[in-house]
């Protein structure tokens, strides 16, 4: 009797247990549209993925951007799609797959622009076969912001061009004929040569940016929308003679990494670098250099570890610029303590990165240094020293009173 009721008592206990029940499985349906509209993008690729990377599965949507996915566990998905002429939202559109039912899901992605436009010479020929690109700002090793190739695209017969499928954003455009495959009918165009007896360059054309200067600090900024092309970005190219800048350090220790000039431009960024290493006598050279404002910057290690720099603004115009003097000297430590208003950091913030730039120095400091540098290391007697003149300033008080007595005059 004890043992049978052990046995009623252990089948009941088996039959109260949950049993493991199968889920039957759900699908998914959906649209790729363009992102700002209810455009389908027509045969996109459509990849199913777990939200822990795994890939599910991966289709092609149809003419009018449709896709469908069956058989699918239930759980939480993300929905990647992608097309020529669109940016791919890698981070997908998320999808909650039910038991037995059907998901539905709009997946956007965004269009590409465009940029096109004309390019011609100084007499405005078509400029055949230049390779035209499209710039964006991108942050160097030393947390400089400089001017990076993102896409380009060469001019037709009749100097047209067109780069496309670029993400919406800010570009700087230009032509860059030392790239051209025409370089024989654009680059090497002599149009004066160069003077007897000096080894000058003859002109030539340059890279020119939109809408039409050399130096990049002038050169306009296109904000490129969503599915738009911009038309109109026209560049009539410069034709200048390039020049040569020499020098020597000074101060040098036992390794000099390298001599750079650096376009000086607005506080947006920096443009082209042009980099070289000083020889064993420690001079230094920069041929074919597009007349503009540089700052020149050199670094070394001494024989004792310690890392030296110089740095010097140099213009550059209608003449070569020669026996520039750069003295290097010791840097120095720079302690910063970062605070956030309001609150202690917490251990989730993000990383704080510092970068310092080196400052422009102002106007008048800046002739007086570059004058007595150019004064002593050329021969041309065309350059000479610039006196600033001081010009006096009235105060608001001073003003003031002058305003009144004027007044008071015109009454009577």
Do not use: C
Request: positive net charge.
């Amino acid at each position: 009797m004890i043992r049978s009721s052990i046995q009623l008592a252990g089948l009941a206990f088996v039959l109260m247990m949950p049993s493991a029940v199968v889920q039957a499985p759900g699908s998914i349906e959906g649209t790729v549209v363009a992102t700002g509209s209810s455009t389908p993008v027509p045969r996109a690729k459509v990849t199913l993925m777990t939200t822990g990377g795994r890939q599910v599965a991966t289709l092609t949507a149809s003419i009018d951007g449709r896709f469908s996915v069956s058989e699918i566990a239930p759980g939480e998905y993300r929905v990647v799609a992608s097309q020529d002429g669109y940016v791919s939202n890698t981070r997908g559109t998320q999808v909650i797959v039910v038991s037995g039912r059907k998901s539905e899901v709009s997946v956007s992605i965004v269009a590409d622009g465009a940029i096109s436009g004309r390019i011609v010479d100084w007499d405005g020929i078509p400029a055949v076969g230049v390779q035209v690109q499209a710039l964006t700002f991108v942050q160097d090793a030393q947390g400089l912001r400089r001017l990076n190739v993102f896409k380009s695209a060469q001019t037709n017969d009749l100097g047209e061009y067109r780069i496309y499928w670029l993400p919406p954003g800010q570009y700087f455009v230009r032509a860059d004929p030392a790239t051209s495959d025409n370089s024989a009918n654009v680059k090497y165009v002599v149009l004066s040569p160069a003077r007897p007896g000096t080894t000058s360059a003859p002109e030539k054309f340059v890279p020119t940016y939109f809408p039409g200067v050399v130096d990049s600090s002038g050169a306009r900024r296109i904000d490129l929308r969503s599915g738009e092309t911009s038309t109109g970005v026209d560049i009539r190219l410069k034709d200048v003679r390039a020049r040569h800048i020499s020098g020597m350090l000074s101060e040098v220790g036992s390794r000099v990494t390298s001599v750079r000039l650096t376009p000086r431009n607005s506080a947006e960024g920096v443009g082209d670098v042009l980099t070289t290493t000083p020889d064993q006598s420690n001079a230094f050279r920069f041929d074919g250099v597009v007349p503009g404002a540089y700052l020149l910057t050199a670094s070394t290690l001494d024989a004792d570890g310690r890392t030296m720099f110089g740095r010097i603004p140099v213009d550059v115009g209608n003449t070569d610029i020669e026996n520039v003097a750069v003295s290097l000297t010791e840097g120095f430590d720079l302690r910063i303590r970062l605070t956030i208003e309001g609150r202690s950091r917490r251990s989730d913030d993000p990383q704080l990165v510092v970068n310092l730039r080196p400052a422009i120095p102002a106007k008048k400091k800046y002739r007086r240094v570059q004058n007595s540098a150019l004064l002593a290391a050329s021969n041309d007697k065309r350059i000479s020293r610039q006196k600033t003149k001081s010009k006096t300033r009235k105060s608001s008080w001073e003003r003031a009173k002058d305003s009144y007595e004027k007044t008071r005059f015109a009454r009577g």
